[in-house]
């Protein structure tokens, strides 16, 4: 399996006997440049596909499930103006989803968080500021990020998430180690469907339909207008073929709070 550690066992020793073999009988530099070369590149895919599970074991699909269901999940809120657009076609057309949350916007949304609970969808951990050096923070001040959202959540309505989903996607060791010591479950995706681009909004519907099949895990922003437009055909286009959209927790059978 093509993970961080494996690579490093590979690259690392190799690289070593490249070393010794340039001081002591002349070999050739390109082999040791192709070698770096060849980390950086799968390091850097790594920390941009979560669906890799390059440095972290991420749960993106449940292709086992029996039941015709998939997960929405919902990411960058809660938003003022756009969740509530949300919610309110999720329950006209009976889906539930799983939103995750950043935590300076639920501070200044908190009646949305409640509603959202109260719809029977459930909420997860998105970073407390969705920071865009999010990738760059130290162990701790990942940790300490994560748990300054938990404890907003956990004071606004009693519960303990367990579900997270970094910033951007982005992982790395640093991640990966306070996820580990925080015990959550980390969470990506099977169907991105890149709704945050300038890409139209057929473009971006066309996207999640290509391949959507029963426990696939879509990736949606309630963050725009163009978002809300695509959900609505997208819960239109389930209907029409007896797929349902349930919360993470229904698909995988976990517990989104401890």
């Not at 390109?30 to 979560?50: K, M, P, R, V």
């Not at 991420?58 to 997960?71: D, G, Q, R, T, W």
């Not at 951990?125 to 959540?153: M, R």
Request: glycine share 4%.
């Amino acid at each position: 399996m093509l993970t961080y550690k494996n690579v490093n066992r590979i690259c690392i020793p190799l690289l070593l006997v490249f070393i010794l073999l340039r001081v002591f009988y002349s070999f050739s530099f390109l082999w040791i440049s192709i070698l770096i070369i060849t980390w950086l590149f799968l390091t850097a895919f790594g920390s941009f596909n979560i669906r890799s599970n390059f440095f972290l074991k991420a749960i993106n699909y449940n292709y086992k499930v029996k039941e015709s269901v998939i997960a929405l999940t919902f990411d960058d809120g809660p938003n003022a103006e756009f969740t509530p657009k949300i919610l309110a076609l999720l329950k006209k057309h009976n889906a539930k989803a799983t939103f995750f949350l950043i935590g300076n916007q639920i501070e200044i949304n908190k009646e949305i968080v409640q509603e959202i609970l109260e719809e029977g969808h459930t909420i997860g951990n998105h970073t407390f500021s969705h920071s865009n050096n999010f990738g760059f923070l130290k162990t701790k001040e990942v940790i300490s990020d994560i748990k300054k959202t938990n404890q907003i959540v956990e004071k606004l309505t009693g519960l303990k998430l367990k579900y997270f989903r970094p910033a951007f996607g982005v992982t790395n060791p640093r991640i990966a180690k306070a996820v580990k010591e925080l015990g959550l479950n980390t969470f990506g995706w099977s169907i991105r469907s890149l709704d945050t681009t300038k890409d139209s909004k057929e473009k971006i519907f066309s996207r999640i339909i290509k391949n959507i099949k029963k426990g696939d895990v879509v990736l949606l922003h309630d963050t725009s207008n163009k978002s809300v437009e695509v959900l609505e055909q997208f819960l239109v286009f389930l209907d029409k073929n007896q797929l349902k959209s349930v919360t993470l927790d229904q698909l995988f059978n976990c517990k989104a709070y401890a």
